[in-house]
């Protein structure tokens, strides 16, 4: 049930808002993830690449949501210059849809509040501090 005041309202349910609305609800907040697509994680926009090291400390790392992994990386720029990139370790390609869906479902889990098809709008004002949201829902206008 969505209520309409919370500590902290996280807009966009990537993989920053699920690990930080997460991290959020775990140190006691309340809190709503509003995501505008049907669900997190598609359409994907990524070349899905990421070193074990960026990854680790937010989640544990996970078969179902990696295609490969990676050694090493070569980076091509456009005046045809190429260099390798070695990460310290290893980097994977991630299966990003599963991988933000895992990541949304742990925030759920965690206690955050999840509306999807929701767009925000705009911040509300109160004496120079943002108080709160607008954002549309099935062509209605909520403030939270
Ligand atoms: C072509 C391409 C290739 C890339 N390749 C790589 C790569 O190989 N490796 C890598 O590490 N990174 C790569 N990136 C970058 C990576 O995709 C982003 O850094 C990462 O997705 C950022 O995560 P995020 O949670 O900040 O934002 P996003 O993943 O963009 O998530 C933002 C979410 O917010 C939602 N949203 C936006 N506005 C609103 C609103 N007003 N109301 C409600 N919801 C909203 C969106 O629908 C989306 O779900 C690539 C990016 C692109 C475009």
């Known amino acids: ?21 997460r991290f959020a609800a775990e140190n006691g907040a309340s809190v709503l993830m509003l995501e505008r697509d049907r669900e997190p994680g ?16 937010f989640i544990e790392i996970d078969k179902r949501w990696i295609a490969n992994q990676i050694d ?16 310290n370790g290893t980097g994977y390609v991630l299966e990003r849809r599963i991988f933000d869906t895992v990541l949304c479902d742990l925030a759920v889990k965690r206690g955050v509040h999840l509306v999807t098809k929701a767009d925000a709008l705009d911040s509300v004002w109160d004496n120079n501090k943002i108080a709160g949201i607008k954002y549309k829902y099935f062509g209605e206008i909520r403030t939270v």
């Open 42 to 57: 598609i359409p994907v926009r990524c070349a899905e690449g990421v070193s074990h090291r960026g990854i680790a400390p």
């Open 72 to 87: 090493v990386a070569k980076l091509h720029a456009p005046n045809g210059e190429s260099a390798y990139m070695y990460n």
């Open 1 to 21: 049930m969505v209520k309409d005041k919370y500590d902290v309202v996280v807009i966009g349910a990537g993989p920053a808002g699920s690990v930080t609305s």
